[in-house]
């Protein structure tokens, strides 16, 4: 854990780069932004030129890898950043100018300890992209198979594990400042998006994920997950066959190639529920650069270092939500929100099914070209203030996707109407899920698994309380506090002066070395 005057210092240092891109101006003026935080905003734009336009995109690019996966974080997060920079953050791209060849090579050398012609018979020192995590060469292999190879960047783990703490410095401060800081639970944004990276940083991680969505997917027609070389595969470096098709953001190149643009619109969008809903574990970083169409109309996603997970009962509230939206049964949605206690039970169910249905009504049945998402979000977050709502961490990466995954299938097909694509497997799901049948066999699942538990619990039991014979227990020993000899606490001599002092002399190193900093 890095000194205070460490975290304060790059605080500052990223707060000037915020500045000279505009993206301080929000924060000031928020009147939930708790005042401490204000006035470091207003020294750290001290002397900057402001555009009047902010960039906040920009402005995290240029902090560095550990800012970009933030700022996409961010992304999914307006209640917090506000809708202005939530909208410019989507547009963050995770590209960077990728690392000389020399040193990728000697990374993967390093980490198969053998050289790379052992592996690969061919492999193209020019990367096919290259992000803030790491960068993706083509290869052959030694038994001539095309393959995608990612590599981590060197120093990347030892970078981003700096950063990361000093965000947690800053969102655990934020946090105690109490009121709308405590309610947005910044700590919880930070530990979400470190345990993100954290898989994210470790390609066997993300080898797993994605062999575990392929077993999901098994039967989806049309979508494809790229099968994983495991013996090319480790911490620093991961190995997956290659796609060979269109980037699903060209739609020109879709439309040539002869592709039923409103027949792949639909199916990415079942592709996603059935990984949501169904499956529980999804892919939660499906942009536009992550997805391809092949010749013959299959899906193929690629980069699975992000993933979502929920858990069975959470899956079941979001079904029944959405089919409430679908159908309008507002009071049903507001039921499930205080059974899940996203809402405190102090406020009246029948005053959150209203306030639903004011965002709700006007979004049924209109394609999503004529809906105004940031209306739409305007009404969520208001709900959200004005009924107490704790943001739901699990959900965020689920907003997040929805998002990308409807703005892809807007762009295919610009008519389309999420509710009634959706409504028709949310129903199925909820009928197979949730109906009578189900239920019944829930009870039985969960009773025979309590009966099989019967045996290991009374061993237990036996181990805590032994039948009596052997050794006597002894008798309960009085408590006595240790005074004297090793077992002695310490004696605290320093008196209330001393505390204070050292809180002086503390604050003005702090205050010397950011004055340095600014004068320097």
Partial sequence: MARPATHIWRLLKWGRTLARHGALRGIERDPNTPPPVKRLARIARLGTVQPREPDYAGAFRDIGPAAIKLGQTLATRPDLVGEEAAKNLLSLQDDLPPVP???????????????????????????????????????????????????????????????????????????????????????????????????????????????????????????????????????????????????????????????????????????????????????????????????????????????????????????????????????????????????????????????????????RGKPVSELSVGQMLDGLFAITRDFDMQTQPHLLLLQKTMVMVEGIATQLNPAINMWDVSAPYVRSWIRDELGPEAAIADRIREDTETLLRIPDLVRRIEDRFPPKGGAPEPPPLPEIPIEFGPGAPRKERRGWLGYIAAMGVGGLAVWAALTQGLLG
Avoid: C
């Avoid at 052959?140 to 990612?150: I, L, M």
């Avoid at 066997?204 to 098994?218: D, G, T």
């Avoid at 013959?296 to 993933?307: C, H, K």
């Fill in 101 to 363: 060849f020399e040193q990728i090579k000697a990374s993967i050398e390093a980490s198969f300890e053998q050289p790379l012609e052992n592996l690969w018979a061919e492999f193209d020192p020019v990367p096919v992209g290259a992000a803030s995590i790491a960068q993706v060469h083509r290869a052959v292999t030694t038994e001539g198979k095309t393959v995608a190879v990612k590599v981590l960047r060197p120093g990347v783990r030892e970078q981003f594990a700096k950063d990361i703490d000093t965000y947690e410095w800053a969102a655990a401060h934020l946090e105690s400042f109490g009121g709308e800081a405590a309610r947005l639970r910044p700590r919880l944004t930070i530990a979400n998006f470190k345990r993100w990276t954290n898989r994210e940083l470790d390609l066997r991680r993300e080898a797993a994920s994605a062999s575990e969505l392929a077993e999901h997917m098994v039967g989806t027609e049309k979508y494809e997950i790229p099968g994983i070389d495991w013996d090319r595969t480790n911490g620093r470096v991961m190995t997956v066959d290659w796609i060979d098709g269109i980037k699903i953001s060209d739609t020109e190149a879709l439309i040539a190639a002869g592709h039923d643009m409103d027949e792949l619109a639909s199916r990415l969008v079942l592709a996603f529920l059935k990984q949501a809903i169904a499956a529980g574990f999804f892919h939660a970083d499906m942009h536009q650069g992550n997805l391809f169409v092949k010749a013959d109309g299959t899906i193929a996603a690629i980069d699975f270092g992000i993933m979502g997970r929920i858990d069975r009962r959470a899956r079941m509230w979001l079904a029944e939500i959405l089919y409430g939206l679908t159908t309008g049964n507002y009071r049903r949605v507001a039921e499930i929100h205080f059974e899940a206690q996203y809402v405190p039970s102090y406020h009246n169910v029948d005053e959150f099914a209203t306030a639903l249905r004011a965002v709700g009504e006007p979004m």
